[in-house]
T-cell receptor
Framework: SQQGEEDPQALSIQEGENATMNCSYKTSINNLQWYRQNSGRGLVHLILIRSNEREKHSGRLRVTLDTSKKSSSLLITASRAADTASYFCATENSGGSNYKLTFGKGTLLTVNP | DADVTQTPRNRITKTGKRIMLECSQTKGHDRMYWYRQDPGLGLRLIYYSFDVKDINKGEISDGYSVSRQAQAKFSLSLESAIPNQTALYFC??????????FGDGTRLSIL
């Protein structure tokens, strides 16, 4: 079953605008990760935020985590056409003995030139 | 060269056939994973392996089997393919609990 659910399912913006995608999950986690998938390619890891962290930055990416609301957001600032891709959140759930990721269904981001 | 290589990249086959998808990695990672991706459903874990002697079922293992032939090789088999196994299949690797690295996928169509 899916753990993370991204919102919105699709987002279309103009180049230069900011893009915000949200992820909600159901159970306690050790960390939450964001991945990008370009059309026809595999997923690429973007950023990982641990359950005891609230915010993390990497270049034009900003990720927040609110464990009380079981939600995370990914902000891409000053978007570029090359940012067009699907974005997935993935959670590593706590309480288990094995490291596994559970992926959401993704947000398709289109950045128009 | 790609760090995680999947073969074949595309495959069309018929119902009832046995199919093997192969994954090899040059990253030296201990953990390997097989996922399938269906439109609107995201990625779902089929099997995973934490080392050569460790194989674990994932969320949707029925109808699939795997073999970890070496640290660098992890193959996925469909013993008797059925149309609802048509999907995009991804292999991934990780070193311990580090983020996963994905291959570019195998697009499998079963007629």
């Amino acid at each position: 079953s899916q753990q993370g659910e991204e919102d919105p399912q699709a987002l279309s913006i103009q180049e230069g605008e900011n893009a915000t995608m949200n992820c909600s999950y159901k159970t306690s986690i050790n960390n939450l990760q964001w991945y990008r998938q370009n059309s026809g390619r595999g997923l690429v890891h973007l950023i990982l935020i641990r359950s005891n962290e609230r915010e993390k930055h990497s270049g034009r990416l900003r990720v927040t985590l609110d464990t009380s609301k079981k939600s995370s957001s990914l902000l891409i600032t000053a978007s570029r056409a090359a940012d067009t891709a699907s974005y997935f959140c993935a959670t590593e759930n706590s309480g288990g003995s094995n490291y596994k990721l559970t992926f959401g269904k993704g947000t398709l981001l289109t950045v128009n030139p | 060269d790609a760090d995680v290589t999947q073969t074949p990249r595309n495959r069309i086959t018929k119902t009832g056939k046995r199919i093997m998808l192969e994954c090899s990695q040059t990253k030296g990672h201990d953990r390997m994973y097989w996922y399938r991706q269906d439109p609107g459903l995201g990625l779902r874990l089929i099997y995973y392996s934490f080392d050569v002697k460790d194989i674990n079922k994932g969320e949707i293992s029925d109808g699939y089997s795997v073999s970890r032939q070496a640290q660098a090789k992890f193959s996925l088999s469909l013993e008797s393919a059925i149309p609802n196994q048509t999907a995009l299949y991804f292999c991934a690797t990780s070193q311990g609990v580090q983020p996963q690295h994905f291959g570019d996928g195998t697009r499998l169509s079963i007629l």
